[in-house]
C-alpha cells in the first residue's frame, strides 16, 4: 500500500517553532518616527484594548510584517504592556514580529496547504522554491473540494500546480477577488427576506414562539457541540442583562469549509437568523470572528453589513472581527480579543454552557450555519426540519465532503445519511482507480473509520461508540493509495502545530505523539498512555480531541501495524 507523504507543518517565521516567535518586548522606548507612524496607521479609529488584533493587522498590512519598534508605539497609544501586546502579536501564525538585525520577510508569501485532503492531493509538489517569495507549510485554508490549495498573498489558488503558481507570480496577481455571485440585500429582500424579522420586531411573531418552533424541529448547533438551539436561546434569554453574542466563521478544523460556501452565496440569510437570535435573547452586542484565510469573504461581509446598517437603524452593536491564523480563536476568542484584546480558549469550557459568558457576561454562541437555518424553520415549520432524516435522525446537515470522492463539496442531506449513502448518492462515488479504506466522519479532531464501519449514520451521539464524532460534519474519504497512520500522523502535526501551549498535557502530549509516530514501529502502549493523559487533563478540546485519530489508527487498521 502507497501512503501519501506527510510533511511535517513548519513555524511560519525564522524556523522558530509554534508560539512566540522572536523573543519578546523589554521596556522599549518608543521613538517618535514609530510614534507617527502608528499615530498615522490608525488615524481616528478607537485605541480601545478590544482593538488590538485590528490595529496589529494594520501595522502587519501596511510593513508586511511587525517591526518590534512600531509594536511598542502601538501598546502606548493602546495603553498597554509592550509584553502584553507582544504576547498577543507572538500568538498568531499571520504576524511576522521583526526585531532590530533581523531581516525582513518577503513581500510576497506562498503559503502551501499541507493538510489531510491537500497533503493526499499532492501538496508537497507545490513547495518548489519561487524567486523572491517566502513559501511555508500551513495548515488547512478551509478550500478541501479544490486540494490541493495554496494561498498566494490572498490569493486562494485551487487545485494548484507548479506552473500556476510560477504563472501568479509572475503576473502578481495576489489579490483575492470578492464573490460577485452573492445575494445582495437587496436580492435577498425580494425574496421575501427579512420579512421574519420584521414580524418579530412589530410583535406579530413573539420571541417565546420562535424559541418554541427552533426547539421542536429539534437543529441543534452545527459547530460540532450540537446542543439544542431552541434551548440554547432560553438559558441564555434567562440571565442577565446585558447579554452579548459571539459567532464563529473560523471553520479552522481541517476539512471544513461549509460556512464559506454559505458566506458565499446568501450572507443576508445568516444576518437574518443572527439578528433573529439577538432579538430573542435580547442581546446588546454581537461579535462576528471570521478567520484571516477567508479574506475577501470578510470583505463582503463588511459590505453587507454597512447596507444592512445603513437600511436598518436601530440594530444592535455588530463587530467583525479578523482571525490571524489561529484554529484554537473562534467563538469566546472573539469576544476575548475584542473585549480585552487577547488570545482565548474557546473550548476551555464545556461548549453548551453558553450562558456563563466572558467576564461575567452571559454570551449566546454560535456557529454561522446554525442561524443560516433560523428563518427557513421558523417559516416552514419544525415539522419540515425534523420530517428530514434517515435511519431514525431527524434534520438536514451540511457535509463539507473532500478527499477521494468525484464531486467534493457541501452537500446538503439528510441527518443520519451512512458514509456509503453519502459518497454513492452525493459524492458521485469514488474517484476512479479508488476504493474506500476509510474516512474522517468529523475532520481532523472527529477520529477515523474503516470501509467496515461506513453503514453507521452520521449524526451526533450516532459515531461516539465507535470513538469518533461528527463534529461540523466535515468528512474526508481516503482509499486504498492511503495510509490511516499516515493520516493519523498528519492530523497530530496539525494538533501540535495548534496548541497554545497554556497546559502541559496538549503542548507536550502532541508533540511527544508526533515524535512516536514518526517511528518506524509505533509504541503503541506508550501511545494509548500518552492519549489518555491528554484526554483526561488538557484543559480544552483540542487536547481532549487529538488523540482521536490516532487511537482509531491503532484499533481499526491493524494491518498497518504488523497486526
Not at 504592556?81 to 525582513?104: C, K, M, N, R, T
Not at 438536514?396 to 463539496?409: A, E, H, M, T, W
Not at 468528512?475 to 495548534?498: C, G, K, P, T
Request: with cysteine; aromatic share 6%.
Amino acid at each position: 500500500m502507497s501512503s501519501p507523504k506527510v510533511i511535517p507543518i513548519r513555524a511560519e517565521a525564522g524556523g522558530t517553532p509554534r508560539r512566540n516567535k522572536g523573543g519578546g518586548l523589554r521596556g522599549r522606548q518608543v521613538s517618535s518616527e514609530a510614534r507617527a507612524r502608528v499615530a498615522a496607521l490608525l488615524g481616528d479609529a478607537p485605541r480601545r484594548r478590544d482593538l488590538a488584533v485590528e490595529h496589529l493587522h494594520r501595522i502587519q498590512d501596511a510593513e508586511g510584517h511587525l517591526p518590534v519598534d512600531l509594536l511598542a508605539a502601538l501598546a502606548e497609544a493602546m495603553k498597554l504592556s509592550q509584553a502584553e501586546l507582544h504576547e498577543v502579536a507572538s500568538f498568531y501564525h499571520h504576524f511576522d514580529i521583526v526585531h532590530e538585525g533581523q531581516q525582513a520577510p518577503p513581500a510576497l508569501t506562498l503559503r502551501v496547504c499541507s493538510s489531510l485532503t491537500c497533503a493526499m492531493a499532492g501538496s508537497a509538489a507545490l513547495l518548489a522554491a519561487q524567486p523572491g517569495i517566502r513559501v511555508i507549510e500551513v495548515p488547512c485554508v478551509g478550500r478541501c473540494a479544490e486540494a490541493p490549495v495554496a494561498v498566494l498573498g490572498q490569493r486562494p489558488v485551487p487545485h494548484a500546480s507548479p506552473a500556476t503558481l510560477r504563472a501568479l507570480v509572475a503576473a502578481g496577481d495576489t489579490q483575492d477577488p470578492v464573490p460577485d455571485s452573492h445575494a445582495s440585500l437587496a436580492d435577498y429582500r425580494a425574496a421575501g427576506g427579512y420579512r421574519l424579522l420584521d414580524e418579530l420586531q412589530a410583535g406579530t411573531r413573539s420571541a417565546d414562539e420562535i424559541i418554541a418552533t427552533l426547539g421542536d424541529s429539534g437543529l441543534r448547533g452545527l459547530g460540532g457541540a450540537g446542543f439544542p438551539v431552541g434551548r440554547k436561546w432560553g438559558i441564555v434569554r434567562g440571565q442577565p442583562a446585558p447579554r452579548l453574542m459571539a459567532v464563529n466563521v473560523d471553520e479552522g478544523e481541517p476539512g471544513t469549509f461549509k460556512d464559506r460556501y454559505y458566506l458565499e452565496r446568501d450572507p443576508h440569510r445568516f444576518l437574518e437568523g443572527l439578528l433573529i437570535a439577538a432579538h430573542c435573547v435580547g442581546i446588546q452586542a454581537v461579535y462576528i470572528y471570521v478567520r484571516d484565510e477567508y479574506h475577501a469573504l470578510r470583505q463582503l461581509l463588511a459590505t453587507e453589513l454597512e447596507a444592512l446598517q445603513d437600511a436598518r437603524p436601530g440594530l444592535p452593536a455588530l463587530h467583525l472581527r479578523r482571525g490571524a491564523g489561529a484554529y484554537i480563536c473562534g467563538e469566546e476568542s472573539a469576544m476575548i480579543e475584542s473585549i480585552e484584546g487577547k488570545r482565548g480558549w474557546p473550548r476551555q469550557r464545556p461548549p453548551y454552557v453558553a450562558e456563563v459568558g466572558l467576564f461575567g457576561r452571559p454570551t449566546l454562541e454560535h456557529n454561522l450555519e446554525s442561524l443560516y437555518w433560523v428563518r427557513e424553520i421558523v417559516e416552514r415549520g419544525a415539522d419540515w426540519f425534523a420530517s428530514q432524516g434517515r435511519h431514525g435522525r431527524k434534520g438536514l446537515r451540511s457535509f463539507s465532503l473532500s478527499g477521494r470522492v468525484k464531486k467534493p463539496g457541501v452537500h446538503l442531506a439528510p441527518a443520519g445519511i451512512t458514509l456509503r449513502e453519502l459518497v454513492a448518492e452525493y459524492g458521485g462515488g469514488m474517484q476512479d482507480g479508488h476504493q474506500l479504506y476509510g474516512y474522517f466522519p468529523g475532520g481532523a479532531s472527529g477520529g477515523i473509520l474503516p470501509a467496515s464501519l461506513a453503514d453507521v449514520p452520521l449524526d451526533f451521539d450516532t459515531l461516539q461508540p465507535h470513538g469518533c464524532f461528527i463534529g461540523s460534519a466535515a468528512v474526508i474519504v481516503f482509499s486504498q493509495a492511503d495510509s490511516a497512520r499516515s493520516l493519523a500522523l498528519n492530523a497530530m502535526e496539525f494538533f501540535a502545530h495548534e496548541s497554545c501551549g497554556q497546559c502541559v498535557p496538549c503542548r507536550e502530549g502532541t508533540q511527544r505523539a508526533v515524535e512516536l509516530m514518526r517511528e518506524p514501529i509505533w509504541d503503541e502502549a506508550l501511545l494509548e498512555d500518552l492519549s489518555q493523559v491528554m484526554a483526561d487533563a488538557s484543559i480544552c478540546g483540542l487536547g481532549q480531541a487529538a488523540p482521536n485519530p490516532l487511537r482509531c489508527a491503532m484499533r481499526y487498521f491493524p494491518q498497518e501495524f504488523g497486526r
